[in-house]
């Protein structure tokens, strides 16, 4: 399917491993010009030189994207690089685990500026380029805890759900000038954040680690946790040319697990 995004460019949050990588990796092989960060200069660096050798370019920038100033230069430093943003892709790792009592204020504020405000800041950013060209794409990556709580993630299951808000009453904003808004909903990924998740449920429980991961393919349909890649390819397909009407939709990839009819 030709997708229409050659020569675009994205720029694609925590993008050095997990998620992020797997959208980066599969938008550059479509011949889109990527900028990346993500906080670890190293393990970002060799993402760049890994997704570079599909011959697209690839701009990285190292930084925090629950600080503000780090999410001005990353994306100042996008635009210098390519002269705008087409695709933007907000990502970011998740809160702690915990219930409600483990977490203090300073824990919340902490999860809204790394969950809510990074994914409103990265499109202030972007959004004034995509409406001058009247064409774009904003993709926030979510997760399933955004539509059926998941026990134990309180701040996620808080802010993230904040996210979806933004991100639908944004596309109402923006439909008119060509610019989509959705959020994909992650569920169990084989990544680092669904292993410390396990971890620390099972730490929670005083049970041991295998038990909460047979608990978990359990509960999903498709009796396994997905790939990264799989993520991705829906990823590309909202960034594409093809998904032009498609917008204000929050969509899982979780292998069945949301067990509601909507």
């Not at 809204?112 to 993709?139: C, D, H, K, N, Q």
């Not at 989509?180 to 084989?190: A, P």
């Not at 005083?206 to 990264?228: K, N, T």
């Amino acid at each position: 399917m030709e997708l229409g995004l050659a020569g675009k460019v994205a720029l694609v949050a925590a993008a050095s491993k997990g998620l992020g990588r797997a959208i980066a990796e599969a938008l550059a092989a479509e011949g889109v010009s990527m900028a990346i960060c993500a906080r670890g200069e190293s393990a970002l660096t060799e993402a760049r030189d890994a997704i570079a050798r599909s011959g697209a370019p690839v701009h990285a920038i190292a930084g925090d994207v629950s600080r503000l100033e780090d999410v001005h230069r990353i994306a100042q430093s996008t635009l210098e690089r390519f002269g705008r943003i087409d695709v933007l892709v907000t990502n970011a790792g998740g809160p702690p685990a915990g219930v409600f009592e483990r977490h203090d204020w300073e824990a919340w504020q902490k999860a809204v500026e790394l969950t809510l405000r990074s994914a409103v800041e990265l499109t202030r950013a972007a959004l004034p380029g995509m409406r001058e060209r009247r064409w774009g794409r904003v993709i926030h990556v979510n997760s399933i805890a955004a539509k059926q709580p998941v026990d134990g993630l309180m701040l996620s299951t808080s802010i993230r759900s904040a996210v979806t808000g933004f991100s639908r009453t944004l596309a109402n904003e923006v439909a008119a000038e060509g610019i989509t808004v959705n959020s994909i909903l992650s569920g169990f990924m084989n990544t680092d954040r669904v292993v410390e998740l396990n971890e620390a449920t099972a730490k929670r429980e005083g049970v041991p680690v295998p038990e909460i991961e047979r608990r978990v393919l359990g509960q999903i349909p498709a009796g396994r946790i997905g790939e990264p890649r799989e993520l991705a390819a829906l990823a590309v397909f909202l960034a594409s040319e093809r998904a032009g009407y498609i917008t204000g939709q929050s969509i899982a990839v979780d292998g069945g697990w949301i067990r509601g009819l909507m």
